[in-house]
Nanobody, 123 residues
């Protein structure tokens, strides 16, 4: 299984970005999650979507601003980020989680990780 995240960039506060996570391999039954890590901080959960797209999960910081979705026909997950704030500046990672009941919020629950994509929000 390989994951490829893309779509990061520089945006002004209040702007929007859409991150993509292209998956290859047997990820159909896996949930896909997004994490982020800011300089000097621990990696934290942002959002996740179940294998069928029917359930989504969000960190409090993402609720109301970010939308996580997936298109299994394209083997791609998305993170639409609106009303971005300078504190959203981070490297964003996508990861694949098996349907084993472990917490979406715990990075240990994820088996596969993509490389990060940098999001910079200027004030």
């Amino acid at each position: 299984v390989q994951l490829q995240a893309s779509g990061g960039g520089l945006v002004q506060a209040g702007g929007s970005l859409r991150l993509s996570c292209a998956a290859s391999g047997r990820t159909f039954t896996y949930g896909l999650g997004w994490f982020r890590q800011a300089p000097g901080k621990e990696r934290e959960f942002v959002a996740g979507v179940s294998w069928d797209g029917g359930r989504t999960y969000y960190a409090d910081s993402a609720k109301g601003r970010f939308t996580c979705s997936r298109d299994n026909a394209k083997d791609t997950a998305y993170l639409q980020m609106n009303n971005l704030k300078p504190e959203d500046t981070s490297v964003y990672y996508c990861a694949a989680k098996p349907p084993d009941g472990r917490s979406w919020y715990d990075e240990i629950a994820y088996d596969y990780w993509g490389q990060g994509t940098l999001v910079t929000v200027s004030s």
